[in-house]
């Protein structure tokens, strides 16, 4: 499975960031992509009042681009995130689209980034969004994958629920900013990829220095060993990787963890 991340930059001009993203599809199918996947609210600025600005309804236009493009590059496409609406409420929402444009999945982010970092960065996603509610899991001809969106992957127990669930892979449109992200970015998609000994794929915006939001960027697609097979820097960039199901099959053999766990002293069990 060939899987391409799309690092793009966003700016407050919502039918350009289309259009640029739809450019870049179409570049990584070109490739030889099987599936692509896009950032965290590729569609808008990383802020509060982007997110209500450019929210938009079931069907809304840059679901259609995705469907869209999807179709007309034969790829699996996972849409980074945008500010999805519905009943009066908002959400950050990753839609998944099948080779013929089809939505194949859904994902609201369900751990919202609230953090107040001491000397770092203050940011209330609940000041806007509703949380998800579901762990997200997809299937494809390649296996079942998974799917959560940037602060979800600090959770330990989401990435354990979707390899449990038949996940060999998990997807994670992101946005780590220049606190966390030196901190954190690569040693989270490293420790989630060897505790569910799943491949981990972390899809960032590129660096703006100037924006509203710094993102830390430095896409990533960790192996289930905890190897790094790709990373980028901070400027727009598409990375590559093969992944391939038997592989983390095998570590698991070689490492039983799973099969290992004493379900007898303790349980994870999605509600």
């Known amino acids: 499975m060939k899987t391409a991340l799309i690092q793009l930059a966003a ?5 350009a960031n289309l259009a640029h993203a739809r450019e870049m599809i179409a570049k990584a199918a070109a ?28 069907g809304g236009p840059a679901q259609a681009m995705l469907s869209e493009a999807a179709r007309e590059n034969g790829v699996w496409l996972i849409g980074g995130s945008i500010p999805e609406s519905e009943g009066g409420r908002l959400y950050n929402t990753a839609f998944v689209y099948d080779r013929d444009g089809r939505e194949a ?13 001491r000397g770092g960065q203050y940011f209330r996603e609940s000041d806007t ?46 946005s780590f900013n220049m606190t966390t ?7 989270m998609f490293r420790s989630r990829a060897v505790e569910s000994q799943v491949y981990t794929l972390g899809c960032a915006p590129a660096r703006d220095e100037h924006g509203s939001y ?5 896409s990533i697609i960790v192996h289930p060993w905890g190897n790094v097979l790709a990373q980028a820097e901070a400027d727009e960039a598409i990375i590559y990787a093969d992944l391939k199901r038997e592989e983390a099959e095998a570590v698991r053999e070689q490492l039983p963890l799973l099969s290992a766990r004493r379900t007898d002293m303790y349980t994870l069990a999605e509600r």
């Open 105 to 117: 999945a859904k994902c609201r982010k369900s751990h919202l980034f609230d953090i107040n970092v």
């Open 129 to 174: 969004f509703t949380p998800g509610d579901r762990v997200c899991t997809f299937d494809t001809e390649f296996g079942r994958l998974g799917l959560c969106i940037c602060f979800d992957m600090r959770f330990p127990e989401l990435a354990r629920l979707m390899a449990l669930g038949g996940a060999w892979a998990v997807f994670c449109p992101a």
């Open 181 to 187: 992200g030196p901190a954190h970015w690569e040693i």
């Open 11 to 15: 700016t407050d001009d919502k039918a």
């Open 31 to 58: 490739a030889g992509a099987d599936i692509v996947c896009l950032p965290e609210m590729f569609c808008c600025e990383y802020k509060n009042s982007s997110f209500v600005a450019h929210q938009e309804p079931h």
């Open 214 to 218: 710094v993102s830390w960027a430095h």
